[in-house]
């Protein structure tokens, strides 16, 4: 018969489980019977007390007697009631104790025959007493005549032969319960040291006969484990489950060895290697010959590959040249239109500060109409008041007219009040010359009156001649005011048709105002416009400038990918498919 | 010595002595008198005195230029007879010395020559009042008056 780890195993643990139950059994018997030993000793012990409590409970009736004889009164004779009613429970329950041993119930039968005798007596003696007269004479007589003393005697010393037996019998159940404690050590302590012994040997040997051959085994499967496949794994022709595991080690390590050479094989690029799986479910062995297969493929497209690499890789390296240049061109275009947009800036920059002056002109052109509006107004109003004025003139003019008329109304009356002054004063030249002589005196009168008359005739002339100079001032005053008036009307009509060129001058003013704001807002927002594409153009700038530092990279990187896909291509090559 | 009045008549200077002058006025308040010779200009209310007003223009064939107020009328009187004459203005009363009255200018003929006395060194024409009211041609007046 073969013996393999678990029955080794399982032989070295039931060996232990005998052993243990062994022990224990000993040891439950031992302890068993020591406990049925010290309940007997317990029996023994309660036996003693019973037998020690209807001896006290005889004395205390007996005690209750003769207090009652002594001094008869009814208190003392409560121990001897209670002990009277106590008595025959306590014979009983020691008759159930005792039933196991025809010894003692023998005495129990003579003990309660004894007993009974005794209370007797003692009733008796507490009758007799109760005549109180000659009753304590009496029960003394019947105490002195002994009886009760002997029954007593009987029954203390049947209760000593009591005593003795259960003592007797209490002294050889203690030694046989030491006896079998004694047992139970010695068994449990031979019984341990034993199992122990051969408990260890037991596991030395199958420790050594399992553990070994794993170590062995575990030793390879951490060389193998570390990439180690040149071990060669030594197989005994154990019948055990270790020796299938080496034998399956053994295996495991021979295909292995097989996927490492392929594996080998394939790294050196020969992938015409054919691995065949293991079994229908080896998954590395399955997996590996799908590797390969894909591989050869794979190589293969690598192989299409690399070359449309390589070819694509030149055209790549020729379009980049070319890139790289057009990017440098581009630059060079893109810098002198941002030095262009930048002066396009600076000219709309002054275009704007232009607007804006322009805008500021023309809202005080704007303000200066709008008082010009008013000014022309303010003249429509005094072309009005000159009018009025001038109104107010030409009819002072006729006011003056009239009255130098009638000046020279009052001058002719007084030309005229001279001339017959001066007639007057020539009659009376005439009177004085006629009167000869005489007349002397009022010839020079006459003289001095006509003088009068001739510088009151002169005086008139003068003021007629001034007159007429102040009618024909007059006169040309009034065209001049007909001729004022008709020029204040026409400078009226005018002033109106001022006013209203005026007010559409400053309409349109307002209008170019507001023309040249929107302009100036206009022109702003172009500023702002072209600023942005000023930044816009800075940013393009340095953008193609890292597009031209791209594109030489680019240029750079694709002669290194054409070097590249030269390489792989060699390296392609060098794989037999 | 002479006292003469002197007076204007169609630009031209005249004068007449003033003891034949009644007295100088005005000329107004003169009513035409029809059927009459062209010298008698009409006839005015002299105080009351109803007159009859000589051209003298008329007489020296002067220039006319109308009449207007400013025209004067000297009153003369002498061989019972009273008249007024036209005069353009009065100038006034002078005395001058009979010795220098000068005799008339030959080229003054005719009813003017008839009619002047002299003409003085401030060349006034003085006119001889005595004939010019003794003249038959002022019969006209009586014609008139009668």
Redesign the interface.
Known sequence: MKWNVGMKIGTGFGLSWAMLLIIGSAAYLNIAKLTETADWVDHSHQVLETVEGVMSTMKDAETGQRGYVLTGEEPYLAPFNSAQGSIDAKVKSLRELTKDNPEQQKRIDSLELMITGKLAELSKTIDLRKDSTKGFNAALEEVKSGKGKNVMDDIRKVIDEMKNEETTLLKKRSDEATASARGAMFAIVLGTLFSLGLMTVAGFLITRNISSPLKAITATADRIASGDLSIVVTTDHRGDEVGVLTRTFARMTESLKEMAEAASKIADGDLRANIKPQSSRDVLGSAFARMTENLREQIRQLVEGANVLGSSASEIVASTTQLASSATESAVAVSETTTTVEEVRQTAQAASQKAKAVADSAQKAAQISQSGRKSTEEIAAGTGRIRQQMEAIAASMVRLSEQSQTIGQIVATVEDLA??S??L???A??EA??AGEHGKGF?VV?QEV?SLAEQSRQATNQVRAILGDIQKATGAAVMATEQGSKAVEAGAKQSEAAGVSIQGLASSVTEAAQAAMQIAASSQQQLVGVDQVAGAMENIKQASTQNVASAKQLEVAARNLNELGQRLKKIVEGYKV | MLELLAFQLAAESYALETRWVREVSNFKDLTPLPCCPPFVLGIVNMRGRILPVLDLRKFFDLPEKGITDLHRIVFVGGNGLELGLLADSIVGVRSIPASDLQATLPTLDGIRGDYLKGVTAERLVVLDMARILADPKIIVHEEVEG
Do not use: T
């Open positions: 001339a017959q001066n007639l004063a020539v009659n030249a005439i010359a006629k010839s006459a006509k």
